[in-house]
């Protein structure tokens, strides 16, 4: 950067750039992938994706940086390989040629070759482990597959050196070309129009579509082709389905959900976190922002900006659970939004759009996640059913559920829990249900005891007390409480979160249970994320109340300040299969 002009190499100078957009260019596509498939159109194969996928593909830039290296070696070591011009037509021309020529026709014998059982139960099978593919899925494959494809690939480029027609653009391009293509055919929905090979139909030989290499991935002995189906014409291996599948999986419409459930982003840096971002972050729990998320700050700026700009609910993921669609919606708003007296008309319009929304879409249960059900905010929801009393699709907030998972992760045997936290309808409900089971409720703040003792009244049998003790050892816990109550607690206190959002973990000979939430039961697909904060396969009971309501078919809203039968609740819960968590065995009598 420092030399004069003359000096200068281009070549040289462009690689770390060509890297990075490499990156780019394959996330988009893993974006766009995820986001289509979580909305159903033009979805060409039903399976999901789980975590044992994400995990083997995490890995997918490998591929970008040791091609990056061996362009680096070629520059500084190949005769013609470093100092070429930006642009040559006559390089451009060579590859498109010999990209057609001999990489298409040599690349589709590799690849019967690499399906013969001694290379593929050796190499090849890593990269069909993936039925279902994703766009990352295209260079999901063992080192030696790696240096092969490196080797085809490079014949226009090494023919372009050797001839002295290489050019910068022309190398870019044909990387670009290759990734494209790449991502495209393994993105699992049909994006290329009909009317195109109506147009020109000797396109269908030299352009293959997504689905026609999905069938590749599901049926193995067909469709070899690279990206010109040509040669699988020719030697009689196209997939006699190509045709039907290409025009099914166009003429797909949306998936209408059964289950809605309306979350929001919580952090700016939360938006790498969600299956829409990146992969191998969004299938582990999510931490608080790391050394390496300060160095996305201009995407996380971008990010930012966009979500202003768009301002509208997002589809973020889709599960299916006996034949029941349960879609994930975002709000683009953030949590410190959420905070803010003067973005709460427009965060409830946004709501409100929202479960309109899905009534339109046939969504027969709406819950409501994180802070979209807050007192402040809209009554628990209360508001909406107000506005629009004929509503068919019914609210949830999931507050009994909240307190039956709460109640039942609490030790057997313990007499005594201390409760601390702002005081919304879960903790109200929570120390009304302690007091009927006979076990005291020790509130440490005069207000917090006022509050609940005008609440309950002579229905707390005496067991509602106020308290400067910080002996006990079982704390439920919600928003507000302080680090200093937190240092005050006695080691090897259990601190079982009511709300939301977990408690900062301060004490190291403590234990801290997760926030309201249950395992979710092997019938439950497409789960390839993790949901905030939580383990993998764990859901928060603010989504799964929304499923087990519409799969008991119940006909009421739970929202505003009534909440439901705790007992029915939790038990019809259990009767589907989701599993509650396990608390600390020690800890329990």
Known sequence: ?????????????????????????????????????????????????EFDQVDRERDWDDHIMFSAILFYWGNKCVPGGSRVPYWRLDGVIITMLLHAGPVEFLYYWLHRALHHHYLYSRYHSHHHSSIVTEPITSVIHPFAEHIAYFLLFSIPVFTMVLTGTVSVIALAAYVTYLDFMNNMGHCNFELIPNWLFTLLPPLKYIIYTPSFHSLHHVQFRTNYSLFMPFYDYIYGTMDKSSDSLYEKSLRRKEESPYVVH????????????????????????????????????????????????????????????????LQTW????????????????????????AILEAEEKGARVLSLGLMN???????????????????????????????????????????????????????????????????????????????????????????LVLSKSYTCKTWLVGDGLSEVEQRKASKGTLFIPFSQFPPKKLRTDCFYHTTPAMQIPLAFENVDSCENWLPRRVMSIWRIAGLVHALEGWEEHECGYTTSNIEKVWEATLKHGFQPLKVPTHLKS
């Open 262 to 325: 309306l979350t929001h982003l919580t952090t700016p840096e939360s938006i790498y976190h969600l299956r829409l971002g990146f992969a191998s972050f969004a299938s582990k729990p999510y931490t608080p922002s790391t050394w390496h998320m300060w160095l996305l700050w201009p995407v996380t700026l971008c990010s930012m900006m966009l979500t202003w700009i768009y301002c509208s609910t997002f589809v973020v993921e889709s599960n299916r659970f006996h034949n029941i669609i």
């Open 1 to 49: 950067m420092v030399k004069d002009n003359k000096d200068i190499d281009v070549s040289k100078l462009a690689l770390f750039p060509s890297m990075l957009w490499r990156m780019l260019h394959n996330q988009l596509w893993i974006s766009l992938s995820r986001y289509r498939i979580a909305k159903g159109s033009n979805k060409i194969v039903d399976k999901g994706i």
């Open 373 to 463: 059900q807050g007192e402040e905010l809209n009554m628990y929801g209360g508001v909406y059913m107000q506005k629009h009393p004929q509503l068919k699709v019914k609210l949830v907030d999931g507050s009994s559920l909240a307190v039956a998972v709460v109640l039942n992760s609490i030790p057997k045997g313990t007499t005594q829990v201390v409760l601390r936290g702002k005081l919304p309808k879960v903790a109200c409900a929570l120390a009304f249900a302690l007091c009927q089971k006979r076990i005291q409720v020790s509130v440490l703040r005069e207000d917090e005891y006022e509050k609940l003792d005008k609440l309950l009244g002579t229905k707390s049998e005496g067991k």
């Open 330 to 353: 975002a709000i683009p708003k953030y949590n410190i939004q959420y905070r803010s007296k003067s973005q709460k008309q427009s965060i409830n319009n946004l709501i409100e759009e």
